[in-house]
Nanobody
Framework: QVQLVESGGKLVQTGDSLKLSCAASGRTVGSYTMAWFRQAPGKEREFVAR????????YYAESVKGRFTISRDNAKNTVYLQMNSLKPEDTAVYYCAARPGTLSPYNSWGQGTQVTVSS
């Protein structure tokens, strides 16, 4: 498994931007798929975005498409989530996840970072 550590969450206002980071360690993630999920209070965890490390191919949930951008830095073994035009409904704990390849379950998870968007 890969060890994942998220950072960057904080309290922001509606319309603000925020960038989350997820540092990966423990294994080479060149063949991995990395993703961001989020969980709002009282709701189930939901998918936000994913990136295939080797190709850079990305995919987004409809609710964030056009506002969020997932990217990776090979040298730093880090995945980012740039969030723009934040809305109160984006308030959640954001989790970084990793899985080997493209079809297996996500089997590595970070501890989460809180993002709160005030109206």
């Amino acid at each position: 498994q890969v060890q994942l550590v998220e950072s960057g969450g904080k309290l922001v206002q509606t319309g603000d931007s925020l960038k989350l980071s997820c540092a990966a360690s423990g294994r080479t993630v060149g063949s991995y798929t990395m993703a961001w999920f989020r969980q709002a209070p009282g709701k189930e965890r939901e998918f936000v975005a994913r990136i295939r490390w080797n190709s850079g191919d990305t995919y987004y949930a409809e609710s964030v498409k056009g506002r969020f951008t997932i990217s990776r830095d090979n040298a730093k073994n880090t995945v980012y989530l740039q969030m723009n035009s934040l809305k109160p409904e984006d308030t959640a704990v954001y989790y970084c996840a990793a899985r080997p390849g493209t079809l297996s379950p996500y089997n590595s998870w970070g501890q989460g970072t809180q993002v709160t968007v005030s109206s």
